[in-house]
């Protein structure tokens, strides 16, 4: 069984005055986000949650989502995570088809299901009280199931990875481009998308801090205020972003703006350069926890219009027809359906995605059709 220290554990013991978390309301500090962590823990084992059970998580972007899910993460509990805008109907839906019982919400969606146990994340998520030795985890199983993330609306996939894909999909990422513990990274993602848990994760084995914007703080004004250095857009967001005028000699502090996805047209990423933004591009799904390539902090001008090299614990190769193919230590554990979980591989591993690409002679990979642009 493979086994590793609790990263908030050892977080909490390495950089126990340094912020955790920065949000309006103030600044949670390593060693008070592993006490919150531990009384929520204990406050949803008193509500029935169980070691294996999977729980529903429909929360907005904000402070107390890591907090909730380190939790569970704790009690051996399974986060199914989604989307908090869809309607009380949906949700049901959703949950009912991974099995949740019991589901976490947040800004009053409560769904009022019977049979259904639904906690709310502000009564949980941010007290401190003196817990019992259960609540202690110095370790965690890499192979348990950590995570159900609910993707896609017509088609609904529910993806579970292990605590494993998002360890090295960390991991691998912060080797690649690495964090340090004077980043501060803008959570701007919704929650019920793996590249949230990624974040997360990246800040928790780096020392960085996550900061949480306001309701009523724009998007450029969460930049200046907390001085974010790292953020993570869509190529969509990015367009907005530079559409507004934006200079990168306004935001001093911020150091790498990361792309998921290819940004088309090139002009835009031209555009974006010229005004002093450095942009990483990158290449990821959700079944690989998120980013597999990326454009690292060394690239060149010419690896800068690429989704960069594959990233550590991760493997790519392009079939005949082009075809992209992804497998390693962050591929998920498969699709589920109730309490089946299927994992559609080939005789050797490999995973087919619905991308197509190609990799020059540098090991760099540029997508040249997107078959389905899920979420992630």
């Known amino acids: 069984m493979a086994r590793i220290k609790c990263p908030l554990s050892e977080a909490a013991q390495i950089s126990r ?9 103030g600044v949670l500090r390593f060693g008070e986000l592993d006490k919150c962590v531990r009384t929520t823990a204990d406050l949803l084992y008193r509500a029935g949650v169980r070691e294996g059970d999977r729980v529903g998580v429909a929360m907005s ?27 009380a109907a949906a949700r049901r839906m959703r949950l009912a088809s991974v099995g949740c ?38 370790h965690l199983d890499l192979e348990r199931p950590a995570t159900i993330h ?26 690649h481009l690495p964090l340090h513990s004077d980043d501060r990274w803008l959570f701007n993602v919704a929650p019920h998308m793996v590249t949230g848990f990624g974040i997360l ?26 001085g974010v250095t790292c953020v ?7 367009e907005r972003f530079i559409h507004t005028g934006a200079q990168a000699q306004w935001y001093p502090d911020l150091r790498r703006i990361i792309v998921r996805g290819t940004v088309e047209p090139a002009e835009l990423l031209e555009e974006a350069e010229r005004r002093g933004f450095r942009i990483y591009q990158g290449y990821g799904l959700a079944e690989m926890a998120s980013l597999v390539t990326g454009c690292s902090r ?17 493997d790519v190769r392009i079939g005949e027809d082009g075809r992209i193919y992804v497998r390693g230590k962050t591929l998920f554990r498969g699709y589920v359906t109730h309490d089946r979980v299927e994992l559609p591989l080939d005789a050797e591993g490999w995973f087919a995605t619905e991308d197509f690409g190609t990799v020059d002679a540098d090991g760099c990979l540029t997508v040249v059709r997107r078959g389905s642009p899920g979420e992630w």
């Open 17 to 25: 005055h340094r912020p955790a978390i920065l949000s309006p309301d």
């Open 61 to 87: 972007v904000e402070w107390r989502y890591p907090i909730v899910v380190l939790a569970l993460l704790r009690l051996g509990a399974v986060t199914c995570a989604i989307d908090a805008e869809l309607g």
């Open 101 to 138: 019982r019991i589901a976490v919400v947040s800004g009053g969606r409560a769904s009022g299901e019977k049979g259904l146990i639904e906690i709310d994340a502000e009564k949980v998520a941010g007290v401190v009280y003196e817990t019992s030795p259960r609540m202690e985890v110095p």
């Open 150 to 175: 609910i993707t896609g609306t017509k088609t609904p996939l529910a993806i579970m990875h292990t605590l494993g894909n998002h360890y090295y999909g960390a991991r691998g990422a912060n080797v």
């Open 201 to 226: 994760m990246r800040c928790l084995l780096s020392g960085a801090t996550l900061v949480f914007a306001g309701e009523d703080e724009t998007f450029e004004k969460a930049l200046r205020h907390y």
């Open 232 to 238: 993570s857009l869509t190529v969509k967001d990015l």
């Open 298 to 314: 060394h690239a060149g001008p010419e690896e800068r219009r690429t989704c960069g090299r594959v990233m550590k614990y991760r």
